[in-house]
């Protein structure tokens, strides 16, 4: 077990002090939580602007696809790989009284804080085979708001509990010394103030069970925390697919009228550019919602562009609502001349440790009260009162009001014009300074938006990018955001497609993304792709073996007719005889492909009924080779698949069997 805090010291085997006072305000502490929750899992909003509709998680809370990673606490090696779930419910598996550490990892938008609002609705509302369902306590924290905190309770007593609770600090730590069932959800652990400080070491003993080892602990997050526990389970969401993206229109968009349901449909097809985007829950949402109520829903180019529409569509809306010529000029004005609000964006975007909240006087100081009220009631900006360290002369808490953004996307929106705007100004040694404080794979769609926005800035921040390791492939994506075209990128295509493309397990979907949509404008512009390897993917085919489909997320690779050579690797991934002849017969229809390549799979010893298949690949002489093991051998070695029989076979074996065959 784990050796406490130095925080946070803590004797479960001390008897319970007055246990019918205990049992009174764990009933208290339960019943103010769960009070607390409420107001939070019913006021779900899908586009900020419409706060006249406002819904329980529960009626917009759909399942995307959700994973987790099997195989030993490194999260790496032998035997190691991603795991689709059934439900978000099969995530907690631990037996009572075996307490756990989650790491729940997704990018901006993927439904994170959605995910664990649902998990505070089902334990409020006792909602039967709910993972949480018999826990007695669960604290759910929103991580933002932690800075200087140290104590669990003093977390309780100031960001979750209502003003009038009577319980105290001091009758909150008692009560979570003397309880064992207790769950704690920390949401956004990206979002922690004092995430690589020294002040952030309570917040890190909690999740790697130096404090709080008796509890269940969840934390949501984009990437890895520096430090947990070997033991931790880790999850990842990988987003909407069609049956998702239906399930959420009949749900919360137009019920089961079915016309309504094909028409949104229909736009998600008309706008290509942002099928892959649409994966991403928060971007469907609202997309779903905009198309089904913009009669003048058009087509866009790119993200950028979409981005921009759905900013007017905010302020439209509340110009709609107020019929005041001075509150309409007001708006405009408002809504072109946001410099300060990007700068405000981009400073706390572009601190060590972000900065996504402000203190609401420091907000209004800068940008002017009517600017201020302006983007709150249009959705953009969300204020949250919270208490202070501070107390009146009678001993009272003391509130202040904090401001952020209704997401951090949109903070990133805002900080690209303020970024578009120093890409233009600053020289190339200025800029380079700038940029190295903003790390492309946290900060994807400030880049992407900045290069949207600004050409002269986009060509400027892509150079920039193409000269970072592993740059050239998000440089794509940001020439697409630019032009929506392709014709300025053919030598980077070509550059990249004449050496190995990878595609990796544990790439963001950002990087996969743009790796298959670097694939696919080489397909398109038939530019040679020399070698594709896919790692830690665990690609399966479809029936037909048309497409390769990732396990390791919800995007599939396409067939490659200028591909020349195919390597997958999946460290003690055991393929049966389905999924081999899959892979086989998709590299058949690859008319390029010179060689296939198997590495640390564990295989069947015959490749079974794909005659048809094994004998496309000999006319065209494809060389299928690995380093595997078979279902019959202890050891992993080369071996060659012999594509008349469908047996693999050492490399001696193989080159006497050559001879023969040129004898004969």
Request: net charge neutral; aromatic share 10%.
């Amino acid at each position: 077990m784990p050796h406490p805090s130095k925080f946070e010291q803590k004797d479960h085997s001390k008897p319970i002090p007055h246990p019918l006072r205990y049992k009174e305000h764990l009933q208290i502490l339960a019943a103010d939580l769960k009070l607390a929750y409420k107001a939070l899992y019913e006021a779900i909003q899908p586009i900020p602007y419409i706060r006249d509709r406002l819904y329980c998680v529960d009626k917009v809370f759909i399942e995307g696809g959700s994973e987790k990673w099997v195989g030993d606490g490194t999260f790496r090696g032998k035997g190691t790989s991603w795991v689709r779930l059934e439900s978000y419910k099969d995530i907690y598996t631990n037996p009572p009284g075996k307490p756990a550490r989650y790491i729940l990892q997704a990018d901006p938008g993927f439904g994170k804080t959605t995910q664990t609002l649902q998990y505070t609705f089902n334990w409020s509302t006792g909602v039967k085979g709910s993972p949480f369902a018999d826990v007695q306590l669960l604290i759910y924290l929103r991580m933002r708001q932690l800075r200087g905190i140290r104590s669990l309770a003093v977390a309780i007593k100031r960001y979750i509990l209502p003003k009038f609770c009577l319980l105290t600090i001091a009758d909150i730590r008692k009560i979570l010394e003397h309880t064992t069932s207790v769950a704690i959800l920390l949401d956004g652990w990206d979002e922690y103030p004092e995430l690589d400080t020294e002040l952030g070491g309570y917040m890190r003993d909690i999740i790697t069970a130096r404090a709080s080892p008796y509890h269940d602990v969840t934390l949501t997050t984009r990437y890895l925390p520096k430090e947990f526990p070997a033991t931790a389970r880790r999850v990842r969401l990988t987003g909407f697919d069609d049956e998702a993206r239906e399930q959420y229109i009949r749900k919360a968009v137009v019920g089961n009228d079915d016309e309504a349901v094909e028409q949104i449909k229909q736009r998600l097809k008309d706008n290509p550019v942002l099928a892959d985007l649409c994966q991403v829950p928060l971007f469907f949402v609202m997309f779903a919602h905009l198309a089904h109520e913009k009669e003048e829903f058009k087509r866009f180019r790119s993200v950028t562009d979409f981005f921009s529409f759905m900013i007017k569509c905010f302020h439209d809306h509340l110009r709609n609502k107020v019929e005041d010529r001075n509150v309409e000029k007001l708006s405009r004005e408002y809504e072109g001349k946001h410099e300060e609000l990007s700068a405000l964006a981009y400073e706390g975007l572009s601190k060590p440790d972000q900065q996504i909240v402000w203190e609401k006087e420091e907000l209004i100081r800068r940008l002017g009260e009517g600017f201020y009220e302006h983007h709150k009631r249009i959705g953009m900006l969300v204020e949250e009162e919270v208490i202070t360290d501070q107390t009146t002369a009678d001993g009272s808490d003391v509130y202040t009001s904090e401001i952020r953004f209704y997401h951090k996307l949109f903070c990133e929106w805002y900080a690209a014009y303020h970024l578009a705007e120093l890409a233009i100004t600053l020289d190339k040694a200025e800029l380079s300074r700038e940029l190295m404080k903003l790390d492309p794979y946290d900060l994807q769609y400030l880049y992407r938006f900045a290069c949207g926005l600004r050409s002269e800035a986009g060509k400027r921040i892509i150079s920039y990018l193409q000269s970072l390791r592993g740059g050239e492939k998000f440089a794509v994506l940001c020439i697409l955001e630019q032009t929506g075209k392709v014709d300025d990128i053919m030598e980077t295509v070509r550059k990249l497609c004449a050496s190995t493309v990878y595609i990796r397990g544990d790439d963001t979907k950002l990087l996969q993304r743009s790796t298959l949509q670097l694939l696919d404008i080489a397909l398109s512009h038939k530019i040679p792709i020399a070698r594709v390897g896919i790692f830690d993917c665990s690609p399966v085919a479809d029936q037909s073996g048309s497409s390769l489909a990732l396990r390791s997320s919800l995007l599939s690779l396409p067939i490659l007719s200028t591909l020349q050579k195919l390597a997958i690797r999946d460290d003690g991934r055991r393929m049966d005889n389905t999924e081999v002849v899959g892979i086989l017969s998709y590299t058949a229809q690859c008319a390029a492909v010179k060689e296939l390549e198997f590495q640390w799979q564990i295989l069947p010893d015959r490749v079974q009924g794909a005659e048809s298949t094994l004998s496309t690949l000999r006319s065209r002489n494809v060389s299928v080779k690995g380093h595997i093991k078979t279902e019959t051998q202890d050891e992993f070695t080369r071996r060659y698949l012999d594509l008349r029989s469908g047996v693999w076979e050492t490399k001696e074996k193989r080159d006497q069997r050559v001879l023969r065959e040129q004898r004969e």
